[in-house]
């Protein structure tokens, strides 16, 4: 497949501008760049979802023109997106399925062969636990994400993009994911791999193209690139990785949490957070990180436990008691819970601050706006205006907006649930200062997080969970590596 100078350009926005892209049967093209280069726009001009202003598509030599999903399913490409949109009341077979159903003679669905075939694809893609008839509803990302590449594979197509697959996978279901591909590749499939994952890039690539700010900067094998140079291109700059530093921290409890335990899930946690702490949850995908706070925050009930705030012994039952100690959630599922589709930048960042801007009984926007806009200028957020809606910007800038949100809100306590999940290595960095600035100031921050190398740089200490236990604490992150944190949790 071949894209010849694609141009798009958007209401105020240039997105993409003059880019060639192409792909070779059996390589594995790695797409990278900031938040807000373009690389979903031009999957979606690829998948025939947007339209390009300028430029051309071509499979195997012929000009093809894609003006709908529809269109570049037939010409062989399929797009497994950056949010999952399978059918949860439907059942695998019928997702795999959707649209391109198998019927018999007399036009009737073929229930028995359409299930066979699924059971086949599912075999391919190593799915051995689920049957093509279980319902989709409340499979794991993973499973779901196969399920659509299964679809692609169902209609015939050899061309599969990938839009930041990785962000929602535990390390083995990434492994697995690899390995699948690995083997669809020999069997002539060719993938777009999008990821801000700069070391998945390496490991599983055979080429790599970078955007910045809607253009092609550079395109290379993968052998003949690092990740310091890939990141020098993505930002037109050196980008300082974070390095620990050691912050004072007065003896001063704020909270304590005796004994948590809820069924399965996780067992009689204890653990302590100082004021002006920056505390750190290392763990896998899966070790009970996310149910331990959703419990401590009255989202879920726990079987057992104390908690103590300043001293004092409280009873949280639900999140409104939460909020009222002053204790702020942000929460991983952000994106889908979090958004105001249809409502501008600025009032989605200030939501739950507005009353900090109401004169007279009237938003005073002039202020308002003052603040938002020291967030897009801090967190460099890439939109047109303050006024552009939300749901217009990139998928990691929205992500940024929703954070600084809660750096406005400035809770006393605020637990925050993989911060950094789909925003770039440059950003990553800015969000962490941030943070470091606000506990600085008096607040006192948790993090969740599975990207271990930016807890042990930005954490004054560490609690290390797996499979709903605590395997320990990092007292001085200082000299740790990520292996030494994947042995604790493991031993
Ligand atoms: N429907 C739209 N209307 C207006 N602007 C848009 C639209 N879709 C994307 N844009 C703009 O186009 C630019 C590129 O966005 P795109 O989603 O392609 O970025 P991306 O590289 O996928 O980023 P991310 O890593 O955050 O997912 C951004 O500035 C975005 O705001
Ligand atoms: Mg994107």
Redo the contacts with the bound molecule.
């Keep these: 497949m071949r894209a010849t100078g694609i141009t798009?350009d958007?209401?105020?926005?240039?997105?993409?501008e003059d880019v060639d892209f192409d792909l070779l049967e059996g390589e594995v093209h790695a797409l990278v760049?900031?938040?807000?280069?373009?690389?979903?726009?031009?999957?979606?001009i690829l998948m025939g979802i947007?339209q390009a202003n300028k430029g051309q598509i071509s499979i195997q030599g012929k000009i093809v023109q894609v003006k709908n999903p529809g269109d570049a399913l037939r010409c062989g490409v399929g797009l497994v997106p950056?949010e999952l949109n399978l059918i949860p009341e439907l059942s695998v077979a019928e997702n795999i399925f959707m649209g391109n159903e198998i019927k018999n003679g007399a036009g009737a669905i073929d229930w028995k062969r359409m299930n066979t075939e699924a059971d086949k694809l599912l075999k391919k893609l190593h799915i051995r636990d689920i049957q093509p008839e279980n319902m989709t509803k409340g499979l794991s990302a993973a499973f779901q994400q196969l399920i659509s590449i299964a679809r692609i594979l169902a209609s015939g197509s050899q061309i599969i993009i990938l839009?930041?697959p990785t962000a929602s996978l535990t390390n083995r279901e990434t492994d697995n994911l690899f390995s699948i591909m690995k083997e669809l590749k020999k069997e002539g499939c060719s993938f777009i791999f999008?990821t801000?994952h700069l070391d998945e890039v390496i490991h599983i690539s055979d080429r790599v193209t970078i955007?910045r700010d809607?253009r092609r900067v550079h395109e290379c094998a993968t052998k003949d690139i690092t990740i310091e140079k890939m990141i020098y291109y993505m930002a037109n700059q050196k980008v300082a990785m974070m390095e620990h530093m050691k912050r004072d921290i007065p003896d001063e409890i704020m909270l304590r949490v005796n004994g948590y335990t809820r069924g399965n899930e996780f067992r009689d946690i204890s653990f302590s957070v100082r004021k002006r702490e920056i505390f750190g949850i290392a763990g896998l995908v899966g070790a009970g990180r996310t149910e331990l706070i959703n419990a401590i925050y009255g989202l879920t009930k726990k079987d057992s436990g104390t908690l103590e705030l300043n001293g004092k012994p409280v009873e949280i039952r639900v999140p409104t008691d939460a909020m009222k100690l002053g204790i702020g959630y942000v929460t991983e599922e952000r994106r889908k819970l979090g958004i105001f589709a249809e409502l501008p930048v600025d009032i989605n960042m200030m939501m739950p601050s507005l009353k900090k801007f109401y004169k007279h009984r009237m938003i005073h926007y002039g202020q308002l706006d003052k603040s938002a806009e020291n967030y897009v200028k801090k967190l460099s957020i890439?939109?047109?205006s303050l006024d552009?809606l939300i749901?217009?910007?990139?998928?990691?800038?929205?992500?940024k907006v929703i954070i600084a949100r809660w750096l406005e809100k400035q809770s006393n306590l605020l637990i925050l649930d993989e911060p950094t999940r789909?925003?770039?290595v440059r950003s990553k960095g800015e969000i962490y200062q941030l943070i470091r600035g606000m506990a600085d100031e008096g607040k006192t921050i948790i993090i969740i997080s599975s990207e271990t190398d930016e807890l042990l740089a930005v954490c004054d200490r560490i609690m290390v969970m797996h499979e709903g236990n605590c395997k320990g604490f990092i007292e001085d992150p200082e000299g740790y590596d990520r292996e030494e944190v994947l042995k604790m949790a493991l031993r």
Excluded: C, V
């Excluded at 760049?33 to 979606?44: R, V």
């Excluded at 749901?391 to 992500?399: A, I």
């Design positions: 798009k958007f209401p105020g926005t240039r997105a993409l760049g900031e938040n807000g280069a373009g690389k979903s726009t031009l999957m979606n947007y950056q839009d930041e999008i801000h955007l809607g890439k939109t047109t552009t749901k217009y910007l990139s998928g990691g800038n929205q992500q789909g925003i770039d």
